[in-house]
């Protein structure tokens, strides 16, 4: 009887140790894969950019001179035209300098008169000194006298005259100084800003100082984007593009205006700005807004097409993230030929196999695939290894022990 117990311990002992080697040593079963149909479907390709709403034409009104604001004739949002008076500067000193201008230069006026008078009596005593020497009743030295007098003379006509032209010149300035102390708008526009208030004193020095801004038509916008350089070959003049700002739940519509050829560097990145026209009839587009700009590109009508993923999925690569397959999956897959390619398995049983297609657009889900082609509204192409399932997940080694509170 102990011998009896003795084997039967013995034969226990073996069928544990050797279930235990065959769940050790199991043979990794074959991994499940994900698919999408493929399937016929309108593509649109796009290039994505951001930009700020502009007005066509912004006018900085500045003023040249310096002096007190005696008055401001418009705010912010007023519709002004050209040549209408927007503010005043106090004009007190500027007009006194117009008044000490016009004396000076009736004081130059009476110099070149003065002048001419001596120039006239010169000539007279030249021209009797002249006649005087012919008959020699004078002598040279008389006449040379005379000469000089006379050309003396009419020197000092040429520089009060000169000096003349010279305050005349000082006058007109003053006078537009003056003139300046109006501010008046150069354009027919909407005031954006103001930056100075009633009794604030503006300063030109070096640079004239702005007061307002001025929109010339806000029924027409400009949208400024910048465009990648790998994308803006793709950005035409002349076509039509959508964007949306935050501020409505609308679509709005721009015509490509101008790209500018003028990079800038952002991180690495070469980017070149666009320019859309956009109208603005209702005048819910408002300067500053940012604009999301999607330009058309490229699009098909009941093209062939795949997911992204399924050429990004690689049997092998994914595999190799998958340590429970890996063997299995690695003797099973078999790659075929060069370039983009899709993964096929029409069969379970069957390792996948790769096909090679010619892609065209992509709207950055759905990739275009070129006809003809290998692939067609039949076939499946993977994307994903699957996980396993529930059932996978509770199979257990019966011969093993289980640990306290983790029975299955």
């Not at 007098?149 to 300035?173: H, I, M």
């Not at 526009?189 to 009794?199: I, P």
């Not at 801004?213 to 803006?232: F, H, R, Y």
């Not at 950055?364 to 499946?380: A, C, F, K, V």
Request: hydrophobic share 45%.
């Amino acid at each position: 009887m102990k011998h009896r117990n003795i084997a039967i311990s013995a034969g226990v002992i073996i069928l544990a140790v050797g279930g235990g080697l065959w769940w050790w040593f199991r043979p990794a079963a074959a991994p499940a894969y994900t698919g999408v149909a493929v399937k016929r479907a309108d593509l649109t390709q796009l290039v994505r950019a951001s930009g700020t709403v502009k007005p066509l034409q912004l006018v900085l009104v500045a003023t040249q001179v310096s002096g007190p604001i005696t008055k401001l004739f418009v705010d912010y949002n007023d519709h002004v035209t050209a040549g209408q008076i927007v503010a005043q500067i106090d004009p007190a000193t500027y007009q006194a300098r117009v008044e000490q201008d016009e004396a000076t230069v009736k004081q130059g006026e009476a110099a070149v008169d003065s002048a001419k008078a001596k120039l006239t009596r010169s000539d007279a005593d030249l021209a009797r000194m002249r006649k005087l020497a012919a008959r020699e009743l004078a002598a040279q030295s008389d006449l040379d006298a005379a000469i000089a007098d006379r050309d003396g003379a009419a020197a000092d006509v040429k520089l009060a005259e000169a000096r003349l032209v010279q305050s005349r010149a000082a006058l007109r300035s003053s006078k537009t100084n003056l003139d300046y102390t109006t501010i008046r708008s150069p354009v027919e526009g909407v005031v954006l800003d103001r930056s100075v208030n009633e009794g604030q004193t503006v300063v030109a020095s070096m640079s004239a100082q702005t007061l307002f801004s001025i929109a010339t038509d806000l029924n027409t916008m400009q949208i400024e984007t910048s465009v990648p350089e790998a994308d803006i070959a793709d950005i035409i003049p002349g076509k039509s593009a959508r964007f949306r700002v935050d501020a409505f739940e609308e679509t709005f519509t721009g015509v490509v205006h101008q790209i500018r050829l003028s990079p800038a560097s952002l991180q690495n990145v070469v980017t070149y700005p666009v320019i859309l026209h956009a109208g603005n009839p209702k005048m819910k587009l408002f300067p500053g807004m940012t604009a999301n700009v999607d330009f058309e590109v490229a699009a098909r009508t009941n093209c062939l097409t795949v997911p992204n993923a399924a050429l990004r999925f690689s049997p092998e690569v994914a595999s190799s993230k998958t340590p429970d397959t890996a063997t299995a999956s690695a003797a099973r897959v078999r790659p075929r030929g060069r370039g983009p390619k899709v993964w096929i398995q029409p069969d379970p049983a069957i390792a996948p196999t790769s096909v090679v297609v010619r892609v065209g657009i992509t709207d950055g889900t759905l990739t275009e695939i070129l006809e003809p082609s290998p692939l067609s509204e039949r076939d499946t192409v993977l994307t994903a290894i699957a996980k396993p399932g529930a059932a996978a997940e509770k199979t257990v080694n019966p011969f093993m022990p289980q640990m306290p509170g983790r029975r299955r």
